[in-house]
């Protein structure tokens, strides 16, 4: 007598291994707004073709493909949103999202990913030009593309620091990118005062975000390196947020301290990251983001609460909180002074 084992199938292996054809599947019709497209009332193959100016044939597959991964719902009648991309991928949305594809599915971070092994095998990015490179234009993309996305952890920010209590606040936001997490700030807080430090193009970007929330006149631009630039002193909040997984722990250590230098008694340093627990491999999103720093970043990680927490007392902080963030995957850590 013979019992049969557990059954396996080689899905998972298929599935990961043509993951890119789901990448470009969404990007597609993120280039398409093909979700606009569709909208609240929904829509047949032939009028989401009409509206997008592409062909019936093509949009029936790739609208098909959207449902089978769950992006798109199908009747009778054509398709319909999901409530996920109703919410972040219709244009009509004040949620929508769609443009971080431009980054998030770049050259330059499909190219490191294309060195995969060959960073494996050396510990760090294969790519010559990376994402820690004086002035890598990459960093403009990412402000254009990325700032929906960043909106909904900077307010959560804002929150947590208590801005909107109206204190008046100097602010300096580190690798500001975008501008959001600083400029959400000075939303709240009509006495903060943000300085944005970051290479110049990039400020370019934050610069048009000042103007566009009406804060230009409490938004000023430090061009350069976190590494040489003087962050000033006596400051109420500086923001890193995104930008510790890109270094090693010991370079990490000398941003802290620096931070740590420029602040006030009472100030405070929030940390914006992804996070994995002490096991690393979970929550996934948190614990999967090392790849992306060992495809593109010479020595970059993604760091536990407890490396995060011994950094910041190293470096001389003697409180440091864990907040996480959800439905976002990140979590800020606060150091106080």
């Known amino acids: 007598m013979s019992s049969a084992g557990p059954a396996i199938s080689p899905q998972i292996i298929i599935e990961t291994i043509t993951a890119y054809q789901r990448s470009a599947a969404l990007r597609a ?6 979700f606009s497209a569709i909208g609240k009332a929904g829509a047949s193959a032939a009028q989401v073709a009409q509206k997008t100016a592409a062909s019936e044939r093509g949009i029936r597959i790739l609208c098909d493909t959207l449902t089978a991964h769950g992006l798109l719902n199908k009747s009778s009648a054509g398709y319909l949103l999901t409530p996920e991309s109703s919410f972040f991928l219709d244009k009509s949305s004040p949620a929508y999202m769609g443009s971080i594809s431009g ?23 294969a790519m010559e030009q990376n994402g820690t490179s004086p002035e890598h234009p990459m960093w403009v993309e990412f402000a254009r593309s ?17 801005s909107d209590a109206g204190a008046p606040w100097r602010v300096l936001d580190v690798a500001a990118g975008h501008g959001m997490f600083g400029l959400t700030i000075a939303l709240s807080n009509p006495n903060a005062k943000i300085t944005a430090l970051d290479w110049p193009a990039v400020l370019q970007v934050a610069e048009e975000n000042a103007k566009r929330f009406g804060v230009s006149d409490r938004f ?6 976190a590494f040489s630039e003087d962050f000033g002193k006596d400051l109420d909040v500086v923001l890193f947020t995104n930008f510790l997984h890109h270094f090693d722990v010991a370079t990490c250590e000398q941003l802290i301290r620096k931070a740590y230098t420029a602040l ?3 100030g405070r ?14 929550p996934p999103m948190a ?12 020595a970059g ?18 409180m440091v909180e864990r907040h996480d963030l959800p439905p976002t995957p990140e979590t800020l850590v606060l150091a106080t002074k």
């Open 29 to 34: 019709a993120i280039e398409l707004d093909v």
């Open 103 to 125: 980054f998030l599915c770049s050259d330059e971070l499909l190219n490191a990913f294309r060195k995969l092994t060959d960073a494996v095998r050396k510990g760090g990015t």
């Open 146 to 162: 990325m700032a929906p996305m960043m909106m909904m952890p900077a307010k959560m920010i804002a929150g947590i620091l208590g």
């Open 220 to 225: 000023e631009k430090l061009s350069g390196s």
């Open 264 to 266: 006030k008694p009472g």
């Open 269 to 282: 340093l929030a940390v914006l990251e992804f996070v994995p627990n002490d096991d690393r491999v979970s």
């Open 287 to 298: 614990a999967t983001f090392s790849l992306v720093m060992l495809a593109d970043t010479p």
């Open 301 to 318: 990680d993604a760091y536990t609460f407890k490396q995060l927490h011994q950094m910041c007392t190293n470096s001389g902080f003697s």
